[in-house]
C-alpha cells in the first residue's frame, strides 16, 4: 500500500514563506507525475503545481513567480515553497501522486494525500 504524507501547512502573515512536504511511503516501483492541489472552502480542487519523473514543471497561473515545486527522487519526497503568500493562497493543500506502479508490471494508480491546512492572514 502507497500512502502520502504531507507536513508544513500553518498560519502565516501575507507575504510571509512556508514550505510545504509531501513523502510517499510503501513499495514504490515508479511514480510518474506528482503535484500539489489546493482547495479552498466551497471551491474545487485546482492544480497548483505538479513535477514530471522527465524533470517538466507545470505552474498554475495564480503562483507562478511565487511558488517552487521540487523533489527528492532518493526520498520520494516531493516540496512546495510557497514565497510572497496571499490570502488568496489560504486553502487545504493535497499532494498527489499520479500513475504510481508497486512494480514494473503492474496498473498504475493515483494516490492523494489527507491534506494540510495553510492560512495565510491579512
Known amino acids: 500500500q502507497v500512502q502520502l504524507v504531507e507536513s508544513g501547512g500553518g498560519l502565516v502573515q501575507a507575504g510571509g514563506s512556508l514550505r510545504l512536504s509531501c513523502t510517499a511511503s510503501?513499495?514504490?516501483?515508479?511514480?510518474?507525475?506528482m503535484g500539489w492541489y489546493r482547495q479552498a472552502p466551497g471551491k474545487q480542487r485546482d492544480m497548483v503545481a505538479i513535477?514530471?519523473?522527465?524533470?517538466?514543471?507545470v505552474y498554475a497561473d495564480s503562483v507562478k513567480g511565487r511558488f517552487t515545486i521540487s523533489n527528492d527522487n532518493a526520498k520520494n519526497t516531493m516540496y512546495l515553497q510557497m514565497n510572497s503568500l496571499k490570502p488568496e493562497d489560504t486553502a487545504v493543500y493535497y499532494c498527489?501522486?499520479?500513475?504510481?506502479?508497486?512494480?514494473?508490471?503492474?496498473?498504475?494508480?493515483?494516490?492523494w494525500g489527507q491534506g494540510t491546512q495553510v492560512t495565510v492572514s491579512s
Open positions: 510503501g513499495n514504490i516501483f515508479s511514480i510518474d507525475v
Open positions: 498527489k501522486a499520479d500513475r504510481v506502479r508497486v512494480t514494473q508490471w503492474t496498473q498504475p494508480r493515483d494516490y
Open positions: 513535477t514530471t519523473r522527465g524533470g517538466i514543471t
